[in-house]
């Protein structure tokens, strides 16, 4: 298996986790949310969001893997490391710099690298 499709892969693991271990920290969510103020709608487009991350994430992780496998896949996997970018950078703005903010814009960029390098490789 060439370098790209590796990196690919485990970064795919990573974020595959990182989707769940997000979805269940859910949970925390609806316990800081009974212990503020923050009543429907706000409270229905924070939970929404917050499971719509977890997705979004084991949905990436899912569809980068897949084109990894494919003989031309490097464009796709590129384009899910634009997606982490572009999410990273609104996150970053709405929210600040902190480490979540950070560590999708690493897997990003992973992403980025080998789609990069699976686009390069001889077929």
């Given at each position: 298996?060439?370098t ?7 970064t795919?693991?990573?974020?595959f ?14 316990a ?8 429907d709608?706000?409270g229905g487009?924070?939970?929404a969001?917050?499971?719509?991350f977890?997705?979004?994430h084991m949905?990436?992780a899912?569809?980068a ?5 494919i ?28 480490l979540p ?10 992403y980025?690298?080998?789609g ?8």
């Amino acid at each position: 298996m060439k370098t790209g499709r590796w990196i690919t892969g485990i970064t795919s693991a990573i974020l595959f986790i990182f989707g769940i271990l997000h979805g269940m920290r859910f949970v925390q969510l609806e316990a800081l949310m009974s212990a503020s103020s923050l009543k429907d709608p706000l409270g229905g487009i924070m939970r929404a969001a917050w499971l719509g991350f977890s997705v979004e994430h084991m949905a990436l992780a899912e569809i980068a893997f897949v084109g990894s496998g494919i003989d031309r896949g490097g464009s796709i996997v590129m384009l899910c490391g634009t997606t982490m970018g572009v999410t990273g950078l609104v996150m970053f703005h709405f929210m600040g710099p902190f480490l979540p903010v950070f560590v999708g814009m690493v897997i990003g960029l992973l992403y980025l690298a080998g789609g990069w390098m699976q686009m390069r490789q001889k077929v």
